[in-house]
């Protein structure tokens, strides 16, 4: 049991400061995606609301 605890704890140590890095650029990829597929689908809508707003100013 203990060399179990041992060896799990061995993968915990490991120091990871470049996957710190790609963890961002995945996210951002991810934000931007989604980014897109809401002005994608909603983009009528959205333009219809700021023409109305810029209408009335």
């Known amino acids: 049991m ?9 993968f915990s140590l490991r120091k990871e400061e470049g996957q710190g ?3 961002y650029a995945l996210i951002l990829a991810l934000i931007a995606v989604v ?3 809401a002005l994608i689908f909603l983009g009528t809508q959205i333009r219809t609301i ?3 707003i810029g209408a009335a100013i």
């Open 21 to 23: 890095l790609a963890e």
């Open 50 to 52: 700021l023409s109305t």
């Open 35 to 37: 980014a897109i597929l």
């Open 2 to 10: 203990m060399q179990l605890m041992n060896w799990m704890s061995s």
